[in-house]
């Protein structure tokens, strides 16, 4: 008789423990809820890029907590105040440009016509090459200023994803999904830094290789590298889509054989608690409460990275469109009055925006859709 009023006084002592442990846990929830998550993620790293790359205003904690409360529209309308502050002031800088491009080949075709009908083919040829350097000089400058966007884009992207990679896996961890935190983490650690030194050491460097090649190539009346730009890329845009294949193969093999197990585990977490007498099927209740309102926590998160990495990459990607496409303009309108060559050049900076643009594109959504694979994949029941 005495062991077992010992028995049932330490199974009371440990449903006890069981009860307030889960409470205590219910509690840090609402208190995170409370507070925005500010006192369990640091997110100081993240706020400091997005306040000095972006002019959204976009705060990242107000943001989780707009996501819990089920508010999802208003980054919406930051981006579009951001895209109507900046496209004026964009088009109006390759205006600018622009102009003088279409100066230089209106020059060059006078100074050709002239030359031509004097009969004096050297100088038409010295004009013509004088011309030329002029131009190669202005589009050099127009597109370095775009292959700057470009890579200091990729930069941020880095910086900013490592930033928020801990706090989304910590958010993982409270949503009862574990064992994918551990297995994602080190995976996105890794790919973060492959792809962002990838992209930023070889793949926009050698877009910048492919104009010059291209630009060098006009100089002579025959194409000599011709095969080599689309070589260089050929390898481009290969290597992209060959590391968003890899990347998000990888995190949907993930995503079918990990959540399976923290589901697993879960379930089996509250079964047992649902077991123990009087005070089971209340317990059980608590656990799942909180494992929800984890994975509310885990959703908001991994929303607010993918918004952030949307407003990052809005205003360069808005840049690079405005030159692209008023680089196009300017070879159509030039194409019937100027010399092959220059039209040429002018396609070949073209070319090279058209490339940037793929690359930060590529690198935003790469890591937007594999935040959302793995946020979709933890959803688990």
């Keep these: 008789m005495k062991n077992i009023v010992i028995l049932i006084c330490k199974m009371c002592g440990l449903c006890g423990?069981?009860?307030?442990?889960?409470?205590?846990?219910?509690n840090l929830y609402v208190q995170a809820a409370d507070s925005s998550s500010g006192n369990i993620f640091d997110f100081s790293d993240a706020q400091s890029?997005?306040?000095?790359?972006t002019d959204s205003e976009f705060n990242i904690s107000d943001s989780i907590t707009d996501m819990q409360n089920g508010e999802s529209t208003g980054w919406l309308k930051k981006i579009y105040s951001m895209l109507k502050d900046n496209i004026t002031k964009e088009i109006a800088y390759n205006k600018d440009a622009l102009v003088k491009v279409m100066f230089i080949a209106l020059g060059t075709a006078v100074l050709t016509n002239f030359s031509s009908a004097f009969g004096?083919?050297?100088?038409?040829?010295?004009?013509?090459?004088?011309?030329?350097?002029?131009?190669?000089?202005?589009l050099f400058a127009g597109f370095g200023m775009i292959y700057n966007v470009a890579l200091e884009t990729v930069g941020v992207i880095e910086n900013f994803m490592n930033a928020m990679v801990p706090a989304y896996f910590l958010s993982m961890g409270i949503s009862g999904s574990a064992t994918s935190a551990a297995a994602f983490y080190e995976i996105a650690l890794f790919v973060v830094t492959i792809v962002c030194k990838l992209v930023g050491k070889f793949m926009i460097p050698a877009?910048?290789?492919?104009?010059?090649?291209?630009?060098?190539?006009?100089?002579?009346?025959?194409?000599?590298l011709s095969k080599l730009a689309d070589l260089i890329r050929m390898v481009v845009l290969w290597g992209l889509k060959t590391m968003?294949?890899?990347?998000?193969?990888?995190?949907?093999?993930?995503?079918?054989?990990?959540?399976?197990?923290?589901?697993?585990k879960g379930k089996t977490v509250t079964k047992i608690v649902k077991l123990i007498p009087t005070i089971g099927n209340s317990a059980g209740t608590v656990a799942?409460?909180?494992?929800?309102?984890?994975?509310?926590?885990?959703?908001?998160?991994?929303?607010?990275?993918?918004?952030?990495l949307i407003l990052i990459c809005s205003i360069p990607i808005l840049k690079i469109v405005i030159y692209v496409l008023m680089y196009k303009v300017a070879g159509a309108l030039i194409q019937p009055i100027t010399d092959g060559r220059i039209n040429d050049s002018v396609d070949a900076v073209t070319e090279g925006g058209k490339l940037l643009l793929q690359t930060t594109l590529y690198s935003m959504s790469l890591f937007a859709a594999g935040i959302a694979i793995i946020c979709i994949a933890t959803n688990y029941k």
Excluded: H, R
Aim: charged share 5%; proline share 1%; with cysteine.
């Design 120 to 138: 004096s083919e050297g100088a038409s040829e010295v004009g013509t090459a004088m011309s030329y350097i002029i131009l190669t000089g202005y």
């Design 244 to 264: 968003m294949g890899v990347v998000l193969g990888i995190n949907v093999i993930q995503g079918i054989i990990l959540p399976s197990v923290d589901a697993v």
């Design 49 to 53: 890029l997005m306040d000095e790359y």
């Design 288 to 308: 799942d409460l909180i494992i929800g309102s984890g994975m509310v926590i885990k959703n908001a998160v991994g929303t607010t990275m993918v918004i952030g």
């Design 17 to 26: 423990a069981i009860v307030i442990f889960l409470l205590n846990s219910c």
């Design 207 to 224: 877009v910048m290789i492919y104009v010059v090649i291209l630009i060098v190539n006009n100089i002579y009346s025959i194409n000599y």
